[in-house]
């Protein structure tokens, strides 16, 4: 599997809400961060509890994949992301575009990082 075809299956894993199909595409100690900032998800372990709470608050979270490109060990993709209402009554998030990088060591994404 190529690293954009990993890359694409992980958004359809994260589609699916399947967390643990999500960081089986990561290295043990991966994480997803703002772009140069503060990561957000620490290792395979803090990604996938994450991830839970996130896909508990917004059962219809969805990312579109808007476009998608390879350079190197990295792939680049421009995303479209919908939340939907939240479960715990909280106001609902505007759709949002955000571009992912998505780093890789090997077949495996050591790094996401988040351009919002």
């Known amino acids: 599997m190529t690293n954009l075809e990993t890359a694409k299956a992980m958004i359809a894993a994260y589609n699916a809400q399947d967390v643990d199909t999500y960081v089986s595409f990561m290295t043990d100690d991966a994480c997803e961060a703002n772009y140069r900032g503060a990561v957000v998800r620490e290792g395979k372990e803090g990604t996938r509890s994450g991830?839970?709470?996130?896909?508990?608050?917004?059962p219809q979270n969805h990312a579109e994949?808007?476009?998608a490109q390879a350079i190197g060990s990295y792939v680049l993709m421009r995303e479209h992301v919908t939340r939907g209402p939240a479960s715990d009554g909280s106001e609902l998030v505007e759709p949002f575009d955000v571009v992912a990088i998505y780093s890789f060591e090997g077949d495996k994404c050591s790094r996401v990082e988040f351009v919002r």
């Not at 991830?51 to 917004?58: D, N, S």
């Open 65 to 67: 994949i808007v476009e």
């Open 51 to 58: 991830l839970a709470t996130a896909f508990a608050k917004w």
